[in-house]
């Protein structure tokens, strides 16, 4: 996820705070805008961070009366120093080849942190540009979206990224946009058979999670392999130890209704964890009264239910199909 962080500048008014989607969350951003390093040396524009603020940031970088190329300052930075960068790159008003020089070395970083935030922004690119209308004060996506298109053979290597924050983000990157493209059609089936490869191969619960979520809307599909390839997710999801995937596919299977689903959602009522058991109780709601001829194992569940918010989440579902 994208990070944005505060740049101050000397001898100048910060711009107006103003919120922007990165990665997957909202947060404000405060970017100054680059100022002249006195009077004594006006062909200087650098961007100098608070001396009050962030003094180990107080460095304007100047070599051989040059100021340091945007690259170089990027590689000899600390995390933070890495992170202002990249939010300056893309919210200013460099050069393409300087913010796709940032971004790709973001991208190689040895610095998880700083590798994540670089996909991160990638993706949050090629996302939000992607929507049929670019939200107001996002149009720096737009501007940017032949930069991030620059980098897809460096965004699939991310995808196999060692780290799953990073997997995670270079997979977001990949399969998202086609589907902000057209928010109303299921997801498309090149992004269905990528999300497929991820569940089946990906070592880590985080990223299987996501695939799990994301291939819902290819329930709907007309393509009987992609809605073939979503029931088997759906499934496999449902016979997984872990309680976060398991909770994720009773979610799945609420909106995809499949009746094989169902047996296994059921099964689930005797999870060790009370957040699996919680999800496919809502799960199980959802096929109403097709779910009655499991009356009595739920009632089971209930009985045997020690966490008061699952106590109540079957008590709702018990209500529910018996209507």
């Known amino acids: 996820m994208g990070v944005l962080t505060g740049l101050h500048t000397l001898g100048t008014a910060r711009r107006p705070s103003r919120a922007i989607y990165w990665g997957h969350g909202w947060t404000n951003d405060l970017v100054g805008s680059t100022t002249t390093a006195g009077a004594a040396a006006p062909h200087y524009n650098v961007a100098v961070a608070s001396l009050t603020a962030f003094p180990a940031l107080a460095v304007v970088w100047l070599v ?31 050069p393409d080849d300087d913010v796709r020089a940032i971004l790709a070395a973001g991208m190689k970083d040895p610095d998880v942190s700083v590798r994540s935030s670089a996909v991160g922004t990638i993706g949050t690119i090629l996302t939000l540009s992607s929507l049929p209308a670019v939200p107001p004060g996002q149009e720096w996506t737009a501007r940017l979206r032949p930069v991030a298109e620059s980098l897809t053979a460096q965004l699939n290597i991310a995808v196999d990224d060692p780290e ?48 799990l979520q994301a291939v819902t809307s290819a329930y709907e599909s007309e393509d009987p392999e992609v809605r073939r390839l979503a029931v088997q997710i759906l499934l496999q999801g449902l016979d997984e130890p872990d309680p976060y995937m398991v909770q994720a596919a009773g979610l799945a299977a609420a909106q995809s209704r499949f009746p094989e689903a169902l047996p296994l959602l059921v099964r689930q009522l005797k999870h060790p964890s009370h957040v699996a058991r919680m999800g496919v109780a809502q799960g199980i709601a959802a096929y109403r009264e097709a779910a009655r001829r499991y009356l009595s194992e739920l009632e089971a569940a209930l009985a045997a239910e020690t966490d008061d918010i699952t106590r109540k989440t079957l008590q709702g579902t018990i209500s529910v199909i018996t209507r």
């Open 164 to 211: 799953p924050r990073v997997r995670l983000e270079a997979i977001r990157a990949v399969v998202l946009p086609a589907k902000y493209r057209n928010p109303r059609a299921p997801l498309p089936k090149a992004s269905v058979l990528t999300l497929a490869e991820r569940f089946k191969t990906d070592p880590g619960p985080l990223i299987r999670t996501f695939a």
């Open 64 to 94: 051989a009366g040059q100021a340091t190329p945007l690259i170089e300052q990027f590689r000899t930075a600390d995390r933070f120093g890495k992170m202002r960068l990249l939010s300056e790159s893309v919210l200013g008003k460099r």
